[in-house]
């Protein structure tokens, strides 16, 4: 619902930009191409509803997801932030307003100022106005009244003590705790005695594992009293692998590992990575001309322009790789020797003095032409733009648990380790600790930020060998 009043209202916003530019043309005395594209107002009233606007639904929905505006979890809080949806409407009308400099450059920038203004007021309008009936809502149920004691100690109970304090604005009113730390109000054995006296309606069990039989026990004793009672499971161990809490076809279930992509967000990944992958294969076809007849004169080199290799993709499928031969042939059966240990997890250390590069090779890793044929692999799935490195299924078969994390994502030309260590004389895992940071961060405008950073990386080629 939220994403739909959002594209329902950012249409609207293009409507409501495209009349008032045609009612009040203001700049239109001082600005001469506010003055040609005035008279051509006839041409945005065109297109704008069949090419702009699935354009503007496309782009907000990309960077609206990116920059995680929408919460898969209801939570009252996200109609109170202002911030980041303005960020988002500032990021996704900025990349519409470069979207169409170069396809309509002719377009009134001031169908844009109006586009942006309405589209703020409309979007953090109904977001406040949700925030309030919810609230007032709110306020006249017993929400309001809660009064939460705590029932544990560690930092379980403090994260469960915070939570409850941070919605204090709801209602929501944190007593203190029961056990036996010094900070407690009363012991655990006094709680059906105490919870009248502290006028306690609700309870929050935030014990460890081992502390099951007395949880049943304490419910059972309070369970003729007139109060809710609430459990936080202890999922404080299994931070490293995100764990979380949901609801699933209705039970209450400890989600272990859920994708680190979302399908919303994958399909705009992939569709990216289509569109991205075919301009550049075009725009590169000269270059890959030119490599092919370097590869001809190099005496070096063998007839095969391409070298295949099988690698690691997402989900550990095997799929073959594609690159532009740089290497003698053979080369590929001394690659075990250049396996490297780094406090118990494996590697594969390349050299730059590697004598099995060719000297036309050598040219083109510097410049990184040789991974041109990857594009192909993206357009077949095996790969995207942006992701870890596929490895070597003999390197992947000896990795740590750990490792395996590089594996839960479509594998990539580039990536956070290769515009941002690449070429360092770090250990192999800082790369792939670089990998895990992609892979926790995830988001289309981080893609797009390590894309951008990618065009440095080439140009200085830093451990390009």
Partial sequence: MTIALDLGLTVLSLFL???????????IYFDSVETYAFALLDEPLRFSPLFLIPVVSFIWLAVFSSLSVYNAKFTLTQY????????AITGATLVFAGFAYFIFPNLSRLLFLYFYIFDVVLLLAWRKLTFFLLQKNAANSSLLKQ???????????????????SFSWSGLKFIGFAGDQPDAICAISDLPARVEELAINEIIFALPPEHQALLQEMVFQLQPLSINLRLVPDVID????????E???????????????????????????????????????????????????????????????????EGGKLFKMYKFKTMIDGADKDESNL???????????????????????????RTSLDEIPQFLNVLAGDMSLVG??????????????????????PQGITGWWQVKNRGAQHSYNVRVEDDLYYIHNYSFLLDMQILFLTLGAIIRGNGAY
């Fill in 17 to 27: 930009a495209r009349w008032l530019r045609a009612w009040f043309p203001a700049g």
């Fill in 80 to 87: 109170k932030q202002t911030q980041p949806v303005l960020v």
């Fill in 147 to 165: 009064r939460v004691l705590i029932v544990g100690q560690g930092a379980l109970a403090k994260e469960t003590a915070a939570a409850v304090e």
């Fill in 238 to 245: 299994l931070v490293f692998v995100r764990a979380t809490i």
């Fill in 247 to 313: 609801d699933f076809a209705g039970l209450p279930l400890i989600g272990l590992r859920q994708p680190a992509i979302s399908v919303f967000n994958r399909l705009i990944k992939r569709s990216f990575d289509i569109v991205a992958a075919t301009l550049l294969l075009l725009l590169a076809s000269p270059l890959v001309a030119l490599v092919a007849l370097l590869l001809r004169l190099d005496p070096k080199s063998s007839n095969s322009l391409f070298y295949t290799s099988p690698r690691v993709g």
């Fill in 339 to 365: 396996l490297v240990y780094d406090n118990g997890a494996i590697g594969f250390n390349k050299r730059p003095d590697d004598p099995r590069v060719t000297r036309i090779g050598r040219f083109l890793r």
């Fill in 388 to 409: 870890p490195r596929p490895e070597l299924p003999w390197l992947v078969k000896r990795y740590q648990p750990w490792q395996y994390q590089r594996l839960t994502v």
